[in-house]
């Protein structure tokens, strides 16, 4: 890392030499021990892999590698945080671990070093350039082990950096508004060497003020390390039950639900409640992530699942065979994956069209099969989650087919209008206004007196 020494709005206190410190405190609320992976992690085929339990970092000569946990955000609003990783790092190696990340040109990283001398060192990357923020504080002798406990403790804008118990910096910063992530970051500090740091687990830590007493209610119930995961999922249930709260804490609340049934395999509760949390506190690009999270461990359980994969062998061997269809969809459904059971359902109702098609060209009666109608329900009932987590996902072209799908197939107006509303929404998020005024107009037609179309063409128009 090539690094400017600068001025900075801050204050940097260097604690005193061998003050040891005690332990975080506060609730675990996340861990990894990198044996049952976080799917979060940024991991780079080249530089970082996880292997027989440890994650092991192989940095470029004079290189520095970064490595974010994905779908996982953080404030410090009425708490604090405490991050920490155990490590082993050779000689001319440096490891620690990365918050207030706003982006990847902008964010905190401090360090324990074994450059020149046994160190702690804090740098911030601001628009893309390295900024130290202080003289690297020595490690006091006596305190350097084989193995490396390296914390750093949030609080509002201050950091402190721990290293083995001992506190090397504590400095107020100007951070970024928000939430932020977190991850690891290390370094070959040699000019042609080759450095294997390895990384034993990874925690975070929460304390929280008294400002949040929800909150605190919430994870107490929801975020027991001691506890399984089915049990903590029970646990979050219960707390949205109670329906308490503001919306934000409510949408916390679905946030620890979806966290505690992802790990306990329940993928259609996680994407309920991830679902839930968008919509009582948008955007939320927490639960957005973890959506697509939640969405792609459903999608490796549908391709590991038997059922699925008799019905889809059978499907190979007589794909004009709708009945295989339906029996794949419901298995979809059962598992929470509501895309893939849409794909399915809509299959069916496209074949019953072009029979009802066929049969009235030929003058005959067409007498539509007993899953059709079961087939257009089901579709109805899915477009609610996939046209909103499409949009969600800024996907606004299929977010739109979805919505005219369920347009399409709908008989009564009472089910039409909404489809229609929401597809004007879709079209005025994606810039495309005369579409938005066009279903606005239709939907007022279909149901005068509609304020939702009402109010959104005073707006529009």
């Given at each position: 890392?090539?690094?400017?020494?600068?001025?900075?709005?801050?204050?940097?206190?260097?604690?005193?030499?061998?003050?040891?410190?005690?332990?975080?405190?506060?609730?675990?609320?996340?861990?990894?021990?990198?044996?049952?992976?976080?799917?979060?992690?940024?991991?780079?085929?080249?530089?970082?892999?996880?292997?027989?339990?440890?994650?092991r970092?192989?940095?470029?000569?004079?290189?520095?590698?970064?490595?974010?946990?994905?779908?996982?955000?953080?404030?410090?609003?009425?708490?604090?945080?405490?991050?920490?990783?155990?490590?082993?790092?050779?000689?001319?190696?440096?490891?620690?671990?990365?918050?207030?990340?706003?982006?990847?040109?902008?964010?905190?990283?401090?360090?324990?070093?074994?450059?020149?001398?046994?160190?702690?060192?804090?740098?911030?990357?601001?628009?893309?350039?390295?900024?130290?923020?202080?003289?690297?504080?020595?490690?006091?002798?006596?305190?350097?082990?084989?193995?490396?406990?390296?914390?750093?403790?949030?609080?509002?804008?201050?950091?402190?950096?721990?290293?083995?118990?001992?506190?090397?910096?504590?400095?107020?910063?100007?951070?970024?508004?928000?939430?932020?992530?977190?991850?690891?970051?290390?370094?070959?500090?040699t000019?042609?060497?080759?450095?294997?740091?390895?990384?034993?687990?990874?925690?975070?830590?929460?304390?929280?003020?008294?400002?949040?007493?929800?909150?605190?209610?919430?994870?107490?119930?929801?975020?027991?390390?001691?506890?399984?995961?089915t049990?903590?999922?029970?646990?979050?249930?219960t707390?949205?039950?109670?329906?308490?709260?503001?919306?934000?804490?409510r949408?916390?609340a679905?946030?620890?639900?979806?966290?505690?049934?992802?790990?306990?395999g329940?993928?259609?509760?996680?994407?309920?409640?991830?679902?839930?949390?968008?919509?009582?506190?948008?955007?939320?690009?927490a639960?957005?992530?973890?959506?697509?999270?939640?969405?792609t461990?459903?999608?490796?359980?549908?391709?590991?699942?038997?059922?699925?994969?008799?019905?889809?062998?059978a499907?190979s061997?007589?794909p004009?065979?709708?009945?295989?269809?339906?029996?794949?969809?419901?298995?979809?459904?059962?598992?929470?994956?509501?895309?893939?059971?849409?794909?399915?359902?809509?299959?069916v109702?496209?074949?019953?069209?072009?029979?009802?098609?066929?049969?009235?060209?030929?003058g005959?009666?067409?007498?539509?099969?007993?899953?059709?109608?079961?087939?257009?329900?089901?579709?109805?009932?899915?477009?609610?989650?996939?046209?909103?987590?499409?949009?969600?996902?800024?996907?606004?072209?299929?977010?739109?087919?979805?919505?005219?799908?369920g347009?399409?197939?709908?008989?009564?107006?009472?089910?039409?209008?909404?489809?229609?509303?929401?597809?004007?929404?879709?079209?005025?998020?994606?810039?495309?206004?005369?579409?938005?005024?066009?279903?606005?107009?239709?939907?007022?037609?279909?149901?005068?007196?509609?304020?939702?179309?009402?109010?959104?063409?005073?707006r529009?128009q």
């Amino acid at each position: 890392m090539r690094v400017a020494a600068f001025s900075v709005i801050l204050v940097f206190a260097m604690a005193l030499s061998g003050q040891a410190v005690a332990m975080c405190e506060g609730q675990v609320v996340l861990e990894d021990s990198f044996d049952d992976t976080l799917t979060g992690w940024e991991l780079s085929q080249d530089f970082s892999r996880i292997e027989d339990g440890i994650l092991r970092i192989t940095p470029k000569s004079n290189r520095g590698h970064r490595i974010v946990l994905r779908g996982f955000f953080f404030n410090l609003r009425n708490k604090k945080l405490c991050l920490e990783i155990n490590v082993r790092a050779p000689e001319s190696s440096s490891i620690g671990v990365v918050y207030w990340y706003a982006d990847q040109d902008n964010y905190f990283t401090s360090m324990f070093s074994s450059r020149e001398e046994i160190e702690g060192r804090t740098f911030r990357k601001k628009d893309g350039s390295w900024l130290r923020l202080s003289e690297h504080a020595a490690l006091p002798e006596g305190s350097i082990a084989d193995e490396q406990s390296i914390r750093v403790q949030l609080e509002e804008n201050v950091a402190t950096l721990i290293i083995n118990g001992e506190e090397l910096q504590n400095f107020r910063a100007q951070t970024p508004e928000g939430d932020f992530q977190i991850g690891i970051y290390a370094e070959n500090n040699t000019e042609d060497g080759a450095v294997e740091i390895e990384v034993l687990d990874f925690a975070v830590r929460q304390e929280i003020g008294p400002q949040a007493a929800f909150q605190d209610f919430v994870q107490t119930t929801c975020i027991n390390a001691d506890l399984p995961w089915t049990e903590r999922s029970l646990a979050c249930r219960t707390v949205n039950f109670l329906g308490i709260g503001l919306e934000k804490d409510r949408a916390l609340a679905h946030m620890y639900t979806g966290d505690a049934a992802l790990h306990a395999g329940d993928f259609t509760l996680a994407l309920q409640s991830y679902n839930q949390a968008v919509e009582l506190d948008p955007p939320n690009p927490a639960a957005v992530a973890r959506i697509e999270t939640a969405m792609t461990r459903v999608r490796d359980a549908a391709g590991e699942d038997e059922e699925i994969a008799q019905h889809t062998a059978a499907i190979s061997e007589d794909p004009a065979n709708m009945e295989l269809y339906v029996e794949r969809a419901r298995a979809y459904g059962t598992l929470g994956a509501a895309e893939l059971a849409f794909d399915d359902w809509t299959k069916v109702l496209a074949v019953a069209d072009e029979a009802k098609a066929m049969a009235e060209a030929e003058g005959g009666a067409y007498e539509p099969p007993y899953f059709v109608s079961e087939a257009r329900s089901s579709v109805q009932f899915l477009i609610p989650y996939v046209w909103k987590r499409r949009f969600w996902f800024a996907d606004y072209e299929l977010a739109a087919e979805y919505l005219s799908v369920g347009i399409e197939i709908s008989e009564f107006n009472w089910q039409i209008v909404p489809f229609l509303e929401s597809r004007a929404t879709v079209h005025e998020a994606a810039g495309n206004n005369d579409l938005a005024i066009a279903d606005y107009r239709r939907a007022l037609e279909l149901t005068p007196g509609s304020l939702v179309s009402e109010e959104a063409l005073k707006r529009l128009q």
